[in-house]
């Protein structure tokens, strides 16, 4: 019962983030602030969804898992979102 | 509500998938595709069909997905091609539409419930050693396929090189990167790999109990490999290497081997005794594991340059 609640509490609070990367990703005016939005939804969305799901997992190497592929997902957004702003600043289509 | 899940997960393929004929954009057609590929990736995954995901997301998704951006670049600087006149457009519709009905009608003929070998294979799997189903099909009782599998990728290859001009041959396969050594490609192309390589090779390990394999490492090992080729770490072999042919044609001799091993002692090609037969699959694994590695992060660079560009 408390199991189900953390659950559907941190899960939800994931999706949330989730649906605000989303909105920021088609609302926000331009490129970088789109991935502003998005890698927020990346870290921390999946962050809460993983903290959500490890008490339902049977073993520690499975949450070990989980938790690393949130820490890959990290890294590579963040890598990434620099490597595309970089491209961004290349074109000149952002004028700051 | 999973009913739900799957009708949401199908309407959004069927829109992805018309969003990649239709778009008029190529780069953005592109990037449908991939995003198409991750999804079918989760569809695959809620079939039950975990080999068939990994090698999806793998290989539909990243590594095709990786060739078509280069296509799509490619492309860009080539000459716009002419609209469809309404003669092309009706040819085309009418051969889709037909291709669809004749699919449509035989997937409507199978007889309920589809033939399955399903039960032979999991009767018999207890024979080959291993315990994931997928690895046994692939490399014990339907080990032909997987064999000519790699021998048509090594094909592919050499079709790619072949497009080289006669005055290229033998560079260096694509064109030497140069990347800010401190600069962010660089870092991850120094922080991924080791993370990279262990887990493709969990991956390759755990393909004998578990969902994973070759396929799937070799798809990681590659992207690997090509991460520190885009970032300048690291240099793309000549084609002339030894160690690169070597590597190339290693699965398919091993695997050739292994199917003569058969006929002496099975008396059938690609027969495999049963005292052995896990140490023989695990064998043919091992050969394949460098070719694929090879052949998947060398079709993605632009073919070969010999001179240095700046």
């Known amino acids: 019962m408390l199991l189900d609640l953390w659950t559907i509490v941190l899960v939800s609070m994931g999706v949330v983030f989730f649906l605000a990367g989303t909105v920021g990703l088609l609302r926000f005016p331009d490129a970088l602030s789109r991935l502003h939005a998005l890698t927020k939804a990346d870290n921390l969305g999946l962050g809460l969804v993983v903290i959500g799901l490890l008490p339902r997992l049977t073993g520690i190497a499975d949450g070990a898992k989980m938790i690393f592929v949130w820490l890959l997902v990290m890294l590579s957004g963040a890598c990434l979102a620099q490597l595309v702003a970089h491209l961004i600043r290349q074109s000149g289509d952002f004028k700051p | ?310």
């Open chain 2, 1 to 310: 509500m999973t009913a739900w899940l799957d009708s949401a997960a199908l309407i959004l393929l069927i829109g992805l998938a018309a969003w990649v004929v239709l778009g008029r954009n190529t780069f953005a057609a592109v990037a449908g595709f991939i995003a198409y590929g991750m999804l079918l990736g989760l569809v695959w995954v809620e079939l039950q069909g975990i080999d068939v995901a990994m090698t999806e997301a793998a290989i539909g998704g990243g590594l095709t997905g990786a060739l078509m951006i280069g296509a799509a670049r490619r492309l860009k600087s080539a000459a716009p091609v002419a609209p469809a006149t309404a003669g092309t457009l009706v040819i085309a519709i009418g051969v889709g539409a037909a291709m669809a009905a004749i699919l449509a009608a035989c997937v409507l003929a199978l007889p309920n419930p589809a033939p399955s070998l399903a039960s032979l294979v999991a009767g018999n799997i207890a024979a080959t050693g291993v315990q994931n189903p997928i690895t046994a099909v692939l490399l014990a009782f339907r080990s032909m396929d997987t064999l000519l599998e790699a021998v048509v990728l090594l094909l592919a290859l050499i079709a790619v090189w072949s497009l080289a001009p006669d005055a290229e041959w033998p560079g260096r396969i694509g064109v030497p990167q140069t990347a800010n050594p401190n600069g962010i490609l660089a870092y991850i192309a120094r922080v991924l790999p080791p993370i990279g390589l262990v887990i493709g090779f969990y991956i390759f390990w755990a393909g004998a109990d578990q969902p994973g394999g070759k396929f799937q490492a070799a798809t990681i090992l590659a992207a690997m490999w090509l991460l520190i080729i885009s970032a300048g770490l690291g240099k793309t072999p000549p084609v002339s290497s030894r160690w690169l042919r070597a590597g190339l044609i290693a699965g398919p001799i091993g695997f050739i081997l292994v199917g003569a091993y058969g006929v002496a002692s099975t008396g059938a090609f690609l027969g495999l005794p049963a005292a052995y037969a896990k140490p023989l699959i695990v064998t043919i694994e091992i050969a394949l594991l460098p070719t694929l590695t090879l052949i998947l992060a060398l079709l993605i660079p632009p073919p070969l340059r010999k001179r240095a560009e700046a």
